[in-house]
């Protein structure tokens, strides 16, 4: 049953990928923003659902420190793991919006975050702070966007532009397909793990770091690859550079309002150094060219393997 539900999630994930972008471009089109506006927002947050429900369900259940740690995994996963497998299959150029506008946003996202959890808290007043900030940047992407007329050759891949509604059910169908089919390829790829390291003491850390998050970093990869490969570039970075800032920004913002959130010394000491490196990693290479190629997405992708090593390793005591 455990290869049906991973057969089942896989195909499930990329007919809603499918979905997701079709309906995010013909929504660009119809209201007249760029598929870059779009992929930071609609589609970036759509997929950055599944660590808000995780992160806020964690809260409630007096797990507060989950939330951080799903934040930080989910924040490399996406830049060292999707953008590294995305672009090693489709190449992506970044434009200018892309350098001077997304990722200084990222980048401050980040380092907001690492002034906050100084005292090894996030708070209810921090967590306003970070809404405010979401909202103001969300604002000002949409002026923005609507400012820039969409090329109309976005049109041919939502059959000449649907109407709003069938975009609207393309973006639905996406999401539920995304977050259904994630949660089927975890529940597989589990219990087809848990039979082969049934007698490792150490399965549940070894199946958390890479399996679990491989899983919840599905939908962000299934919509960046199927982005790119339709050509859709925009939609595919700003998917991901708008997820790492959702995450930081709403889900720990929306967590730390409901409880204060504790950081625990691993995380600030451990994960957050291999978030802050690979978030600048992100913008030296951005800055060496604007196209991320396939040797850039092999750094990357090298970076993930080199963190998860690492974190195995300690877990057997050999680090």
């Known amino acids: 049953m455990d290869y049906v539900f991973l057969l089942l999630g896989l195909v499930v994930l990329i007919f809603g990928g499918e979905f ?8 660009s089109t119809a209201m007249n923003i760029s598929p870059l506006i779009v992929g930071m927002t609609i589609v970036s947050f759509g997929t950055s659902a599944p660590e808000l429900l995780v992160s806020l ?6 797990n507060p420190g989950i939330a951080v740690g799903n934040v930080v995994g989910s924040n490399i996963a996406n830049i060292a793991l999707v953008l590294g497998i ?4 489709f190449p992506i150029i970044a434009d200018k919006h892309t350098k001077r506008i997304d990722l200084p ?8 975050f690492v002034y906050f959890i100084q005292d090894g808290w996030i708070v209810m007043y921090e967590g306003i702070i970070m809404l405010v900030v979401i909202v103001a940047f969300t604002i000002f992407l949409i002026n923005k966007g609507r400012k820039q007329p969409v090329i109309e050759e976005v049109c041919e891949i939502v059959d000449k532009a649907p109407k709003n509604w069938k975009s609207i059910l393309f973006l639905f169908l996406g999401f539920v397909g995304l977050y259904f089919g994630a949660d089927w390829f975890i529940q597989g790829a589990v219990g087809i793990a848990e039979e082969f390291l049934f007698d490792n003491p150490n399965k549940d850390v ?7 998050a491989f899983g919840t970093s599905a939908p962000e990869l299934v919509a960046s690859t199927v982005a790119a490969y339709r050509k859709q570039t925009d939609i595919s970075i700003g998917n991901l550079i708008g997820s790492n800032i959702f995450n930081i920004l709403v889900v720990l913002g929306v967590t730390s309002i409901v409880t204060p959130l504790k950081v625990s ?4 000491e451990f994960d957050l150094f291999w978030m802050v490196g690979i978030a600048l990693l992100l913008v030296a290479l951005i800055a060496l060219g604007s196209k991320i190629g396939r040797l850039k997405g092999a750094i990357l992708l090298s970076t993930y393997v080199a963190y998860i090593t690492i974190i195995l390793l300690r877990v057997q005591g050999v680090l």
């Open 20 to 27: 997701l972008v079709k309906g995010a471009v013909g929504f």
């Open 206 to 212: 070894i199946i958390g770091v890479t399996i679990v």
């Open 86 to 89: 995305t672009v090693l299959i």
């Open 105 to 112: 946003v990222m980048i401050f996202s980040t380092l907001l």
């Open 57 to 62: 369900t964690s809260a409630l259940d007096g």
């Open 265 to 268: 010394n691993e995380a600030r």
